[in-house]
């Protein structure tokens, strides 16, 4: 941590809330809008403080509504304002889908840089805390491929923290996903100061030669803990799109072997997208197959069965295993 | 105990101006002479704007085009009651909207012929970017209506949308969001009657769709679409309803798609020609010409001096546009992000518009 002075440990949550704090301190066009953000501070507490900090003029309860709040934004953002907008969980972002890919993404390109879309929308993602249906899916891929958007994953409270800073500050539509099982598990100390980790650079967790592990997300730490007995590469993406190609292929290109782990199913998953990319860029560098260890490809089980959908470390490892093999 | 009434509605109608030319004096809105023969104008140039672009279209001069042809009315009148500083979220049928926001109208063309930079929207001029999607910029009015008031400015914002925008969910989200922070919006439905080849009755039950502002908690009117002074009158009581605070209004402008839906669809396989003829005989224009008339605000030579102005002035657009010819290839790469990510940097040196 570049820091010196150190503020006492926070969570993923209160790392977001001191960026959204911080943000909105530092610029009076940031608003915060959505389903009970407000004197509720939000489902997971993300927004705690911010009404009475700042009021219901820039924190906005919205009606349940998830298209026209994403829609509203668009229209404040093509108006001077920044919204920052929650969506309470992914599962339900797919009203506003319409709104993110048929607005949100083209506003620039429509009017030829006339208007800008610079919105965030923050949602909890991701499987791991025992929801009910429709809580757990992680369904970045559908966000990933469109033009216009970009998407951001964090892996602990202190990325977290940079990451939204500069998705606030970005001038383009963002799409924020939080691992609802990182909310709360990870604890570390942030700088007190001023700080912004820039979107599209991947971050090197663990250095190593033998196997590059390429995650995101809530499975980066267990592809982290998976890699423990490894002399292992393991990036963390923490953007999606734009992704940083660069560390991806700089990483292949020292290891010659890769696993990918999502959290998201298999088929046209976002680890299919750099594995392509291996096998365009770097083919002759590699020393076996590409692997991937993600989700089956059905519809994600309630909580009793949660763990046996996603990839648990056991799966990493003989991954790993396989790849070194080879 | 005896069932109460918690509330009763009634919906009204306005009609200033019939189709023989005679105004209400009880109800003209407080227009000079050089407004309403300003009013005509744009009506002219719309008209002609619309002919025109449909038989470019059948000459492989532009693509498909949404004709707005005996919607004039609705759409000019309902524009020119907005201050230049008001922002409009428009629809893809729209074009008498432009037209009266002074939109250069050879970009008009170059957007109807395939041309982005047909929409790259003028400073001065606060109007979005048309909204292919069926009522999806119905929210982004009542945002943009929020965001005038979190700024202190006196600013309205509208939507213009057709009746079968009506039936989708952003229709209700946006109107529901308007109302309930009480936003500056004013939202234009043009009833025109059908959606493609749909009726109205096959978009709601309802009797008319001014009432469903009843249920977001705001006031909804019917008008005349065809009488430019009813529609005018209605859009700028609402204009200043909102910048007073009063919050949003819903104007239904109760008019008819004299066209097809667009230069790709045939309106005979679902309409009668009866129908049609009914509503010639309330032609927008003829209408006011007639009023025009009867005030001697049109005459000597001045039906003529119209004709040509907004002969003159579409033809300039259509010369200008096709002498611009189309964008460098590389063009689309250019606003997708502010600036380009890597991989699109990549994407931009490889491509070779030779290849095609």
């Known amino acids: ?326 | 105990m005896p069932e109460t009434v918690l509330d009763t509605f009634e919906i009204k109608r306005l009609d200033i101006l019939d189709a023989r030319g005679n105004a209400d004096p009880a109800l003209m809105p407080p227009l000079g002479g050089a407004e309403i023969k300003k009013m005509y104008e744009y009506l002219a140039i719309a008209r002609t704007f619309d002919d025109r672009a449909l038989s470019m279209q059948r000459e492989g001069r532009i693509g498909t085009y949404a004709s707005i042809r005996g919607q004039e009315a609705s759409q000019v009148g309902s524009a020119l009651a907005f201050d230049k500083k008001d922002l409009i979220f428009p629809s893809y049928r729209e074009s008498g909207v432009f037209i009266a926001r002074d939109y250069p109208l050879h970009m008009l063309f170059q957007f109807w012929s395939g041309d982005e930079r047909g929409m790259k929207v003028p400073g001065d001029i606060n109007i979005f970017p048309i909204c292919i999607s069926v009522s999806t910029h119905l929210p982004h009015a009542a945002g943009a209506a929020a965001a005038a008031v979190y700024k202190k400015e006196k600013t309205a914002v509208a939507a213009y949308f057709g009746d079968g925008a009506t039936s989708k969910g952003d229709f209700h989200e946006g109107m529901n969001l308007a109302g309930v922070f009480n936003a500056p919006a004013v939202f234009i439905c043009q009833n025109n009657q059908y959606a493609i080849s749909m009726p109205r009755s096959r978009q709601t039950a309802a009797k008319t769709i001014a009432q469903k502002a009843v249920a977001y908690g705001f006031k909804g009117i019917q008008v005349d679409g065809n009488d430019v002074f009813a529609v005018y009158r209605a859009t700028k009581e609402a204009v200043e309803n909102a910048k007073a605070g009063g919050g949003p209004t819903l104007i239904e402008c109760y008019t008819y798609r004299l066209s097809d839906h667009t230069t790709a669809d045939d309106a005979s396989r679902y309409r009668s020609r009866e129908e049609v003829e009914y509503w010639l005989a309330r032609d927008p224009i003829a209408r006011l010409r007639l009023y025009m008339e009867k005030q001697g605000l049109s005459g000597g030579k001045y039906e003529e001096e119209v004709r040509e102005k907004a002969e003159s002035l579409v033809d300039d657009g259509i010369k200008k546009m096709e002498e611009t010819g189309p964008a460098e290839p590389q063009d689309m790469f250019t606003y997708t992000y502010q600036g380009p990510t890597a991989r699109l940097s990549a994407q931009i040196r490889s491509f070779s518009p030779g290849a095609v």
């Open chain 1, 1 to 326: 941590m570049p820091s010196s002075q150190v503020l006492p440990a926070f969570n993923m949550v209160q790392a977001l809330n001191s960026a959204l704090k911080e943000e909105m301190a530092r610029n009076p066009d940031v608003v915060v809008m959505g389903e009970d953000v407000g004197r509720d501070g939000g489902v997971f507490r993300v927004t705690e403080g911010l009404y009475d900090a700042f009021g219901p003029q820039r924190v906005i309860d919205t009606p349940l509504s998830e298209s026209g709040i994403v829609g509203m934004a668009i229209g404040m953002a093509a108006h001077g304002l920044v919204p920052v907008v929650e969506i309470q969980f992914m599962g339900f972002i797919y009203p506003a889908f319409d709104q993110l890919v048929t607005n949100a993404a083209r506003i620039r390109a429509r009017s030829r840089g006339r208007f800008s879309c610079p919105i965030v929308v923050r949602t909890p993602y991701g499987a791991g805390v025992k929801a009910i249906e429709l809580h757990s899916e992680s369904t970045e891929a559908l966000f990933s491929h469109i033009p216009g958007l970009k998407v951001v994953v964090p892996s602990t409270p202190y990325t977290a923290k940079g990451l939204l800073v500069s998705a606030i500050r970005d001038p383009d539509p963002v799409i924020f996903l939080e691992p609802t099982r990182l909310y709360r598990m990870i604890k570390e100390e942030l700088p007190a100061e001023e700080y912004a980790i820039p979107l599209g650079k991947a971050r090197n967790a663990k250095e190593g030669n033998a196997v590059t592990i390429i995650s995101w997300g809530s499975m980066l730490h267990r592809a982290l803990k998976a890699a423990e007995p490894y002399d292992a590469d393991v990036l963390d993406l923490l953007t999606l799109s734009p992704y940083d190609e660069g560390a991806v292929l700089a990483s292949v290109k020292k290891t010659g072997r890769v696993v990918i782990v999502q959290e998201a199913p298999k088929s046209c998953g976002f680890a299919s997208e750099i594995s392509a990319c291996i096998a365009e860029k770097a083919i002759l560098h590699l020393r076996a197959p590409v692997m991937r260890v993600a989700a089956f490809d059905v519809v994600l089980p309630f909580a009793r069965l949660e763990e046996y959908y996603m990839p648990g470390i056991k799966n990493i490892r003989e991954a790993i295993e396989e790849t070194l093999r080879y």
